[in-house]
């Protein structure tokens, strides 16, 4: 058992894994691109990842870029407003 932690994993650094917004693929965090809302309702790149409130990834994937484009944040198909 060489290296191991008390959980009997191997010692190696933890990489945060996040989830496309669009083809829900895992993937590490470094190699996503993050986008927020801003103030007036669009979504924007957050290059540094450090933006406060809600944010979305997006793989490199040329289908999900092209989908995400048409994505609107809090809406859901067949959802109906009171």
Known sequence: ????TSHGAPD????PIRMCAICRGRFPKGTLVRH???PQGTLTVDS?????????YLCSDPLCVRRFAKYRPGTR???RHA
Do not use: I, Q, Y
């Not at 058992?1 to 191991?4: D, H, I, K």
């Open 48 to 56: 540094d990842k450090t933006s406060p409130g809600r944010g979305w």
């Open 12 to 15: 190696r650094p933890h990489v």
């Open 36 to 38: 927020v809302l801003t």
């Open 77 to 79: 198909k067949g959802r």
């Open 1 to 4: 058992m060489e290296n191991e």
